[in-house]
């Protein structure tokens, strides 16, 4: 089908990003998203019938790519979690339109597949590690899974050779793992792997976040330049979710994603689809549009009448949450007696 004209959502913000979670089970128990206490063995994860497939995936993904969308990422939960993922990845690679088809993983599985998701077309890893050392990775993973599994990860995709590179990802939590900010930036430059910090947030209702576990931005930059002096890189594109910034002398690169005490809302170009086929407008959000439904129905609807759907979503979309909460005007997930608000979309369905 022709491509659609570019659609705005309410704010002037364009669709240019597809995130696909395809699996809501994880093999960690990170407690600032899936914790233990919650997400035990009585916990009801989604049957595979109720998952998306990959042609249904693959379907939406394209009528996606159609209105604007030109960067995909998968992830979950834990994205290689799910059965045969590199077909997936192979479907997608070659939409007519996707730039850039991305993942997003623990690592803990990333050895024995990175090869085949290079072959089948996926562009770049991203790999979170929220710790080099031992007993502070158990603290920040629930106590499941080995910093040296992650790492093993790690160099699997580093010697994969994807062309989009490798990229980690750490959650920064007061109290638990800010002693870890230097060791994964040193670990970043000695493998030519850009290190990119992120503010824990409030996401979901099941994580207890208090705003004192935050560790802000300017002050991981602080812990990082223990390393050397860093001198700011200009955004590779609108949108771009992490402030850049590289070592003076050429040696590393980290990034710092702030949506606590800087929000970018204004710039953000993300749609979300969750594992169940629900479309969200922001991590934050506590609606979706089932588009499921949609695919499943007696009489499947058209490709037309699916992309009008996305359309409207994305024209009607005003999510700036982490603005809202800056300004203080945002209901935090937990109320002063400790009661989660209710409705918020859970991490482990959308991604991070």
Not at 90 to 105: K, S
């Amino acid at each position: 089908m022709n491509a659609a004209p570019p659609v705005l959502d309410q704010l002037g913000r364009p669709l240019r990003d597809l995130r696909i979670s395809v699996m809501d089970r994880c093999n960690l128990r990170c407690p600032y998203c899936m914790p233990e206490e919650k997400f035990g063995p009585s916990y009801r994860f989604l049957p595979p019938a109720e998952r998306l497939d990959f042609d249904e995936v693959t379907r939406l993904a394209r009528l996606a790519v159609s209105l604007g969308v030109s960067k995909i990422r998968l992830t979950g939960g834990e994205p290689l979690l799910r059965p045969h993922l590199p077909q997936l990845v192979g479907r997608l690679a070659v939409l007519e339109g996707v730039r850039d088809l991305a993942l997003t993983t623990n690592g803990v599985l990333l050895a024995r597949q990175a090869k085949a998701l290079r072959q089948a077309g996926l562009s770049r890893v991203t790999v979170s590690l929220d710790a080099l050392d031992d007993g502070v990775f158990a603290a920040m993973s629930g106590h499941r899974g080995a910093a040296a599994t992650v790492v093993a990860g790690l160099e699997a995709a580093l010697e994969a050779g994807f062309p989009g590179g490798v990229k980690l990802n750490s959650v920064v939590r007061r109290g638990v793992n800010e002693g870890e900010v230097v060791k994964l930036a040193r670990w970043g430059r000695d493998h030519g792997v850009p290190v990119r910090f992120i503010e824990y947030m409030d996401a979901g209702t099941r994580n207890g976040w208090n705003r004192a576990e935050v560790v802000p931005a300017l002050e991981i930059k602080r812990l990082a330049e223990q390393l050397g002096p860093l001198e700011p890189l200009v955004p590779a594109y609108r949108g771009e979710v992490a402030r850049r910034w590289r070592y003076k002398d050429g040696q590393g690169e980290i990034g710092l994603i702030s949506s606590v005490t800087q929000p970018f809302c204004s710039g953000c170009t993300r749609m979300r689809l969750s594992s169940d086929g629900k479309l969200y407008g922001c991590l934050f959000a506590t609606k979706g549009v089932d588009v499921r439904a949609l695919l499943r129905a007696p009489t499947p609807a058209t490709d037309e009448a699916i992309v009008a759907v996305l359309a409207r979503f994305w024209g009607a979309r005003t999510d700036r949450y982490s603005e809202l909460r800056g300004q203080g005007r945002a209901q935090d997930p937990q109320t002063a007696d400790g009661v989660a608000a209710p409705g918020r979309i859970e991490m482990n369905y959308i991604g991070g």
